[in-house]
């Protein structure tokens, strides 16, 4: 199809060509792994005159598609007209309007378009958050691709396009708060910061069942059984349903969710890292076939809330191949030992890191993996703070863990560190309706009484001991 979209370049059937097959515009641009079914998408996404909603399955090229190779498209023939691209921070928007003014730059654009015009552009502004070219003729502060986070500074912005792209991500999926957050910044969106009339598209890929999408346009969805990628061969597919949790791979690839009544782990709570204290590290480690390696890195705070954080890492490596990142962040963190698991390379790894230069100690795992889990994650999961900068998938891993389920080397190593780091809640009184626990009244009662005890044995003490001066007195008197 390339070779005819450069054969149409030399014909005057060009501007039907990109009209109807906006994908073809992708292949020549370098995007080669786009198809007649994101020309779908991008003809939907940018005609839909109603707010409208599309799923597609992970990795499917779903905002190469809307939101490079389709405001490329619109543009072509809206000279005026003003693109808003919404993602869930700032940071990532950006990257696709730069990536979009990089390609306006291209030699192969002003040949397209002197092709198809008869003339040239030029750019005149070129921002981290706004592109624009020499053709717009209206007078806005919106330029023609205009890029924001998911916050407040959209307010008073007016576009003839608006698109959101990927604001629900996995964050949505580990927390509540986060789902809460975006449920409201859509209501706000659509409610009270876009034009009335004005249509919004959301493209992206749903997490949660309680995300934003529930409050969204009924989406068009694809599947990956249905979009028929090239990339996604019967092997590439095996080695995603190993690697990811079932209910994620369900809901990212397939699109529906699979009911989790037995989740242990929900709501993970996020916050600093404090630098400040020693921590401890685990790492379990990836040798060879389609397991994930996990780090952790764990340590007491002064918090009395969360008395605990914690921080961790999936990698898809031989563990080998890790050992400098694993030296970086040791460093990082203030780690003051590491341990690993001796059983499935008799040391090996630990080793190895002591060659690094860092304090590691091995051990020799003989409790069952599901029960170490439980019993010493669960009683503290929910005094946890995690670092903001968190591998979320790592997290995932321990949300979506359930007995026997593959991967779980997150929760294992979070397991391990606990127990063997010997963190447990720090005692203290449980308050209930304003009264000391149970547990604690027990033993209050038992120490009463064992200084009871006490003081009536010493009583008696004394009291064979006058007795005692009492005979000795008598019998001194006797003798007398």
């Not at 378009?113 to 040239?120: C, E, M, N």
């Not at 694809?222 to 061969?233: G, Q, S």
């Not at 995603?240 to 699109?255: F, R």
Request: glycine letters at 4%; charged letters at 30%.
């Amino acid at each position: 199809m390339l070779k005819q979209f450069k054969k149409y370049l030399m014909s005057e059937s060009i501007i039907k060509l990109i009209i109807d097959k906006p994908h073809l515009l992708g292949n020549y641009l370098g995007y080669d792994r786009l198809t007649e079914i994101h020309s779908e998408w991008i003809k939907y996404c940018f005609t839909t005159p109603v707010d409208s909603a599309l799923q597609a399955h992970r990795g499917s090229y779903k905002t190469t598609a809307v939101m490079i190779v389709g405001a490329i498209w619109w543009l072509l023939f809206h000279f005026n007209d003003r693109i808003l691209m919404i993602r869930k921070d700032f940071t990532a928007a950006s990257d696709i309007l730069k990536v979009i003014a990089r390609q306006m730059k291209t030699q192969k654009m002003h040949t397209l378009f002197k092709k198809i015009y008869g003339f040239d552009y030029n750019v005149e502004v070129d921002r981290s958050d706004k592109w624009s070219w020499n053709l717009k003729e209206t007078e806005t502060r919106e330029g023609n691709l205009n890029a924001f986070g998911m916050s407040p500074n959209i307010t008073g912005s007016h576009g003839d396009k608006v698109l959101c792209d990927d604001i629900i991500t996995l964050k949505d999926r580990l927390s509540q708060a986060e789902r809460e957050k975006t449920v409201e910044y859509i209501r706000e969106l659509r409610t009270n910061i876009i034009d009335p009339g004005q249509a919004i598209n959301f493209t992206g890929t749903p997490w949660h069942k309680m995300d934003g999408w529930a409050i969204l346009p009924e989406p068009k969805k694809y599947t990956i059984n249905e979009t028929n990628l090239e990339a996604f061969t019967p092997e590439h597919i095996k080695k995603l349903k190993e690697t990811t949790t079932p209910a994620l791979y369900a809901i990212n690839y397939e699109l529906k969710h699979i009911a989790s009544e037995n989740q242990m782990f929900v709501d993970p709570v996020f916050g600093a890292w404090d630098f400040r204290e020693s921590c401890v590290g685990h790492i379990d480690a990836k040798y060879e076939g389609t397991d994930t390696g996990a780090l952790t890195f764990f340590s007491k705070t002064n918090d009395k809330e969360l008395p605990f954080q914690s921080i961790g890492f999936n990698f898809n490596c031989h563990v080998e191949d890790y050992m400098d990142t694993i030296v970086m962040l040791y460093k990082k963190y203030n780690c003051s030992v590491i341990y690993k698991e001796k059983n499935d390379d008799k040391g090996y790894t630990v080793k190895a890191l002591k060659a690094k230069k860092l304090k590691a100690l091995g051990y020799h795992e003989i409790e069952n993996k599901h029960i170490k889990i439980s019993n010493y994650i669960y009683p503290i999961w929910k005094h946890i703070r995690w670092a903001n900068e968190t591998d979320l998938n790592y997290l995932n891993q321990i949300t979506d863990y359930e007995e026997g389920a593959e991967p779980d080397d997150a929760p294992d190593s979070l397991g391990s560190i606990i127990k063997y780091g010997k963190f447990v809640l720090p005692e203290k009184p449980s308050v209930l309706s304003g009264e000391i626990s149970d547990k604690k009244k027990d033993l209050i009662e038992v120490k009463k009484e064992q200084r009871k005890k006490r003081k009536e044995e010493l009583k008696k003490r004394k009291e064979e001991l006058r007795k005692k001066r009492e005979e000795r007195k008598a019998k001194k008197i006797i003798k007398s």
